[in-house]
Nanobody, 126 residues
Framework: QVQLVESGGGLVQAGGSLKLSCTAS????????MGWFRQAPGKEREFVAA????????YYTDSVKGRFTISRDNAKKMVYLQMNTLKPEDTAVYYC???????????????????WGQGTQVTVSS
């Protein structure tokens, strides 16, 4: 069983930056691909970014390409989301998630993920 805890959210002005962190425990971290999702008020939770177990492949939703970067440190059991040039439409609760161990494909699909953190709020003011 994997436990995930996010941190790093907050209030930032449009054009600013934030770096989210997610700490994992309860499993062998390097076995798990990792993803970030977000949920804005009144909207469904959506895929943001994902990274494979070794970090060699990353995936992004179109709206964040070129602005967000996902990375991981397997020794520290952490995954990060660097968010630059933030826009008001990026405002949401951001969730860290992991699929079953060994899964490396289909990482943009929310239903593939079994483990979720509690979320961290990101608010971008205009």
């Amino acid at each position: 069983q994997v436990q995930l805890v996010e941190s790093g959210g907050g209030l930032v002005q449009a054009g600013g930056s934030l770096k989210l962190s997610c700490t994992a425990s309860g499993g062998t971290f390097s076995w798990y691909a990792m993803g970030w999702f977000r949920q804005a008020p009144g909207k469904e939770r959506e895929f943001v970014a994902a990274i494979t177990q070794g970090g060699s492949s990353t995936y992004y939703t179109d709206s964040v390409k070129g602005r967000f970067t996902i990375s991981r440190d397997n020794a520290k059991k952490m995954v990060y989301l660097q968010m630059n040039t933030l826009k008001p439409e990026d405002t949401a609760v951001y969730y860290c998630a992991a699929p079953r161990r060994g899964v490396a494909g289909g990482l943009t699909v929310k239903g593939l993920y079994n483990y979720w953190g509690q979320g961290t709020q990101v608010t971008v003011s205009s």
